[in-house]
C-alpha cells in the first residue's frame, strides 16, 4: 500500500490559491515542484531515521516513531524555520509571480512540516498494527 503524507499539503495549498483566486499560471505552478521537493525531503529524513531506530527497538513501531521524532523533528523544525523564513522574503517583492511564490512555498512548507511530524507517524503506526501485536 502506497502511503503519502506529502499530497496534502499541496493540496491545501491548491485549495488557498483557489480561495485566494490566485490563477493558475507557470510562475505559480512552480510552486507545487518547488514545494514537493522539500516536503518529500523532510519524509526522506524522516523515514531514514526511523528505519536506522527500527533494529535498536526490537522493530516495535511505537517506540521508533517516538524516538524518531525526538531525535529529528527538532531538526526538522528548525530546518523548515530557516526554509519559510527564506520563502517569506519573496512576499515583499513588487513582481506577483515572485510574491506569490514566497508565501504560497511558506505555507505549504508549514503544512509539510505539520504533516511529516504528526501526520506521517500516526500513519506509520495504523499500518503497521500487525508488527505491533505480541
Known amino acids: 500500500m502506497f502511503i503519502n503524507s506529502n499530497i496534502i499539503p499541496l493540496v491545501i495549498t491548491a485549495g488557498i490559491m483557489g480561495w485566494a483566486g490566485v490563477p493558475l499560471k507557470p ?7 518547488v514545494a514537493l521537493g522539500i516536503a518529500i525531503d523532510i ?9 536506522q531506530e527500527l533494529t535498536y527497538h ?25 526554509l519559510i523564513a527564506g520563502f517569506v522574503i519573496f512576499c515583499f517583492s513588487g513582481f506577483g509571480g515572485t510574491e506569490a511564490l514566497g508565501w504560497l512555498t511558506s505555507i505549504t512548507l508549514v503544512t509539510a512540516t505539520v504533516t ?17 501485536k505480541k
Open 27 to 33: 510562475s505559480t505552478v512552480l510552486i507545487f515542484s
Open 43 to 51: 519524509t526522506i529524513r524522516f523515514l531514514v531515521n526511523y528505519k
Open 58 to 82: 526490537d522493530n516495535d513501531v511505537k517506540s521508533t516513531v517516538i524516538q524518531t521524532i525526538h531525535s529529528t523533528g527538532i531538526s526538522i523544525i528548525y530546518t523548515s524555520m530557516v
Open 116 to 132: 511529516n511530524l504528526i501526520l506521517l507517524p500516526a500513519l506509520l503506526i495504523s499500518f503497521s498494527g500487525k508488527k505491533n
